[in-house]
């Protein structure tokens, strides 16, 4: 489309705009996190690494992000391998039947979370399943199981099923085309579905405010109850660390993801 | 192959049970971590502290339910229009810069889309607070301060920037698909750009505003964290009510009846997007 030469200059000031507003808060965590005093007002004093320091050895938030590590491996490895079996169920399934299931499936993504927080944790008080890893894997599994579905579908759909076919007709058990032939080929879908699943639990907040107790707390928990109780630096510290982790990975992915396309064509 | 062909479909028959078997352990544990649950709370919404009605009629009848209802459809909707007007442009020109800035621009939605909404949470607040970044500029340049956390304009700018991705998302997928030869051939027959735009382009858009919209505000209705940590008493949003219900006065019935409404409205507002959806996904499978 043709643009006037001032249209595009509006254009390009508005999404420069909207650039700045989704990026630059969340970098406000990086100069806040070397804060030499004990606060979190604007602009911080001095230069310190004790937040970092304390990350680390304040047992507080090691166990915390600890925990955060072990629930989310967990959940990711579960989360995939129960996505991805549902996922081929449903594709080869009548498209009815496949549809109904799938909408139940991503029910988790819609339903408010305070909703299905108090929900779990009613059950999860008469269960004694507070404050357990059991928990906290369950509940997590279960919301992140539709990135793993979206993801893995999404692969299955230009999947050429007479691959599936022509391995069959070799004489190969179904074992073993899925695992050489199906596996490596959706092996895009479901290695996001792992990431987005890991990335799901590492991040869930609002369930896990209900099912936490003292003994068992995940990060996100921790950096809320901080945020709520003092103004501790070490929330901007951890801030920094998970806001470059997540950076690196999705910018590495992206460009590993760029270069492979290219060099398929 | 004409050996085998009748074989398959006798293999196929004999394995019909097969899919749902694979589906079967998700299945089980949705029923078990979700169902019952939301279950359960409907249940306890009825029949706490005696069976009937009285929670949903004490929900609908106390003055403080009806107002935070009142806003958190207020606060969902001023969010949402937030959302529309800054993801239109950005979705636009994404379609129409070479690869190398849409990389970056996709980059700029996709990096906080990923980064800890608890993190992106307390950023707002350092932002935001009375001691905050925008009052200690607003000062160095001899203004008064403005009082942003624990106000509504505080929490409806917060909750926009971490709802922005799934309005920028859904847009750009439908903006990408727009034939932009389309307007040239309006230009060509005399249409202003102005013209062009509105009675072309706009409507072509529409199905992704009308998704995205939906999606922003579902989730801004359920939206718990940010009013908690930006908000004050004068912008309690009703998922904060509930939390308060429940972990505070122990009123599971009450708490139970407000997550009900809740739910109800929230899948009301899916089954209304549904039908728009999903001509939007056979036009999306034509192409």
Redo the contacts between chains.
Sequence with gaps: ????PL?RAV??L??LL??I???A?????VP?SFNENKS????PQGFSWQWYQNFVTNPDWSNSFLNSLKVASIVAVLATV??T??A??????KAR?ANL?RM??L??M??????????????YLDTRLVGTLLGFV??H??LA?PFV?IAVSANLEVFDRRLE?AAA?LGANALTTFRTVTLPLIAPGVLSGLLFAF?TS??E??VSL?ITNPYLKTL?VQ??AS??RDADPT??A??TI??FA??I???GG?LLL?RERKGRQ | MSASEPTIPAAERRWAWRPYALAMPALVLLLAVIGYPLLTIVLRSLSEPQWGLQNYIWFFSAPINLTVLQRTFVISTWVTLVCVVSAYPYAYLMTAVGPRIRLVLMLCVLIPFWVSGVVRTLSWVILLQDSGVINSILRSFGLGGVRLIRTQTGVVIGMAQVLLPFMILPLYSVMKGIDLRLMRAAQSLGARPFRAFFTIYLPLSLPGVYAGAIIVFILALGFYITPALLGGPRSTMLSTLVQTQVLSLLQWGRGGAMGVVLLVVTFVLLALAAPVMRSRYREAGRR
């Design positions: 489309m043709e643009m006037k249209t254009l390009g508005v999404c909207v650039a507003w989704l990026v808060p969340t970098l406000v965590v806040m979190l007002a604007f602009p129960l996505g079996l549902a081929f169920g449903l594709d080869r399934m039947p299931l139940l499936i029910t988790p819609v339903v408010p979370g305070v909703v299905l927080a108090i929900g779990i944790y009613a059950v369950l509940a599994t279960i199981l579905l076919t007709s990335a590492f991040d907040i609002v209900f996100p950096i809320f945020i709520t929330v901007a951890v801030g998970l806001l997540t950076t990975l999705i910018g992206m760029g």
